[in-house]
Every structure is written in structure tokens, then in C-alpha cells.
């Protein structure tokens, strides 16, 4: 019956000039399958991990302590001004061959897993960013009202700053996530194999380009509107009563 109904699809896009006959190889079906788990897998590691990242940096740069923020500052600049392709490869090809070469051996670290770190402290640094605006925005006589309460300054940014940040910064973020679903498709560069990557494997073969990009198009699509979905039900979910009315 998954045959027939396979059958009838790519009989179905044939008149419209869209080769879908891959879908009919077993082997190639389940190459394009893996491709989709893995890039799937791509957004829920690098979406917590990026979150956890920005969190962290946001902190160290409204930490007051100049030995942390001035380095963190610095690291912001670099990574927000270079390309996250380029970051990767210096990452996976220097870092990567630095570790082997230390460790005499492999390296601990896999391709996804690289991807998954680059990826993670590139958008991170933009979050951190938003958070960061976030922080500075939340009222001055609320930071007097926690003082007043003898909070420390942990207590202040964890119970204070950063959930009323997150509420300011929610739509920033959201941004910030859909643009991180996207480049995971950079995970292509480096032979992981994501839906882009498996794609490419497919049309080296069948030269059906079009036919394909159209389906890494959908699955994006599809990917970035969930998440845009879930921050839009945060956005009313976290919204603060009376605020900006």
C-alpha cells in the first residue's frame, strides 16, 4: 500500500515536469529519511544548547566585572562579525585536527557535534545580545526594590532580571531561533548528514535538483513555522499584564 501510494505521487508530479522517482528506490528513500531525522535532531540540540550560551554570556556582560565582560565583549564582536561557514571550518578542520594531534589519536569530537557547538555559540552571541537589552531595560526602581529584599546579585539577575529579560527580549529570540533552524543546513560543509547533505548525495546520481531543493524548501518551511508558532504562543503565554498599554 506505502508503494502504491509512493507510485501515485511520483505519477502525479511526472506531468508537471518533477522527477520524484528517487522516492521509489528503497535505498535513496531511506538516505532522504535519515537526512530529515538528522537535521531534526540538528535544531533540538542547537536551539537548548544556544539558549544556554546566551543566557551565560548575557550574564558575564552585565556582571560588572570588567575581567569578564571585556573578553566576552570581544568574543561577541568577532563571532557576530565572521560567517558561521567560516567559523565552522576553522573550527572543525584547525581545532579539530589541533585536538587529534594532541590526543595522538581521533578526536572525541564529532562532526555533529561540532556543528551543534558552532551553531549553538553563534546564535548564542545574539541572544546574549537580546538578553542583554532585556536586562538593562528591566526598571530601575524594581533593581531598588530586590536590593532592598538583601537579594544578591545571583539572586537579582536569576529571579529578577533574566525572566523579566526574557519577556522583553521573547520576540528577538524567537527571531534569533527561526534564523538558527536555517543554517543547520551548514552542516552540509562538513559531510554530516542532514537532509541538504543527503539531498546533494541524491542529485549527484539522478540529477533531479529542482525536484529536490523544493523538498528541503517545505521541510525548512515547515521547521521554521513550528518554531515561529511556539514563540508566538510563548509571546502570549509570557505576556506581562498592562504591560506597554
Not at 540538528?42 to 546566551?54: D, E, N, Q, R, Y
Not at 570581544?74 to 558561521?84: C, G, I, K, S
Amino acid at each position: 500500500m506505502f508503494e502504491s501510494a509512493l507510485q501515485a505521487c511520483v505519477g502525479f508530479f511526472k506531468p508537471l515536469g518533477l522527477n520524484y522517482g528517487f522516492v521509489l528506490d528503497a535505498g535513496e528513500l531511506s538516505a532522504f529519511g535519515r537526512g530529515l531525522w538528522v537535521t531534526l535532531q540538528l535544531c533540538a540540540w542547537t536551539i537548548p544548547v544556544s539558549l544556554l550560551f546566551g543566557v551565560l554570556i548575557a550574564a558575564g556582560l552585565t556582571s560588572g566585572r570588567a575581567w569578564l565582560a571585556r573578553p566576552l565583549q570581544a568574543f561577541v564582536e568577532v563571532t557576530r562579525n565572521t560567517p558561521t561557514l567560516v567559523q565552522l571550518y576553522c573550527a572543525f578542520l584547525v581545532l579539530n585536527m589541533l585536538i587529534t594531534q594532541k590526543l595522538g589519536g581521533g578526536s572525541p569530537i564529532a562532526p555533529f557535534a561540532w556543528v551543534v557547538i558552532v551553531v549553538a555559540l553563534h546564535k548564542g552571541v545574539f541572544h546574549a545580545e537580546a538578553l542583554r537589552a532585556g536586562i538593562e531595560a528591566v526598571p530601575e526602581v524594581t533593581m531598588e526594590a530586590a536590593r532592598s529584599l538583601a537579594f544578591s546579585r545571583r539572586q537579582i539577575l536569576t529571579q529578577v532580571q533574566l525572566p523579566l529579560a526574557v519577556r522583553f527580549a521573547l520576540p528577538a529570540l524567537v527571531n534569533n531561533l527561526v534564523d538558527l533552524v536555517k543554517m543547520t543546513a551548514i552542516a552540509s560543509a562538513i559531510a554530516v548528514g542532514d537532509v541538504t547533505y543527503e539531498s546533494i548525495m541524491i542529485w549527484s546520481y539522478r540529477d533531479n535538483v529542482l525536484e529536490l531543493l523544493l523538498l528541503i524548501l517545505m521541510y525548512f518551511g515547515l521547521l521554521t513555522w513550528l518554531v515561529g508558532l511556539v514563540g508566538k504562543w510563548l509571546e502570549e503565554r509570557l505576556r506581562m499584564p498592562g504591560y506597554g498599554q
